[in-house]
């Protein structure tokens, strides 16, 4: 069974950086897709980012392209390295895991706990 730990979220201040990792425990992480989505306070969860299991087939949300940058830097392990933070990025970050090569958080069947970003102005 794979699980999914989310690890580098904190405060920053606008234009500020942070870089996510999403470590992966389990044998078979390297041959699924992962997903970044996030959910602020009294929003639904969104998209963000999502490598496929090779490194490739990135896709990024409009609202975050060319500020955020997914990669796989190893078999478990996946970044987000966010640039130029606004305020309205600040939410939950989830890393997800899917064996299909999607954008719906519905196609993703293993999940991480979380992880918070604020983004003061």
């Known amino acids: 069974q794979e699980q999914l730990v989310e690890s580098g979220g904190g405060l920053v201040q606008a234009g500020g950086s942070l870089r996510l990792s999403c470590a992966a425990s389990?044998?078979?992480?390297?041959?699924?897709?992962t997903g970044w989505f996030r959910q602020a306070p009294g929003k639904e969860r969104e998209f963000v980012a999502r490598?496929?299991?090779?490194?490739?087939?990135i896709v990024y949300a409009d609202s975050v392209k060319g500020r955020f940058t997914i990669s796989r830097i190893s078999a478990t392990t996946v970044y987000l390295q966010m640039n130029s933070l606004k305020p309205e990025d600040t939410a939950v970050y989830y890393c997800a895991a899917s064996r299909r090569y999607s954008q719906n958080s519905d196609d993703f069947n293993v999940w991480g706990q979380g992880t918070q970003v604020t983004v003061s102005p």
């Open positions: 490598i496929n299991w090779g490194g490739g087939g």
């Open positions: 389990g044998r078979t992480f390297s041959t699924y897709n």
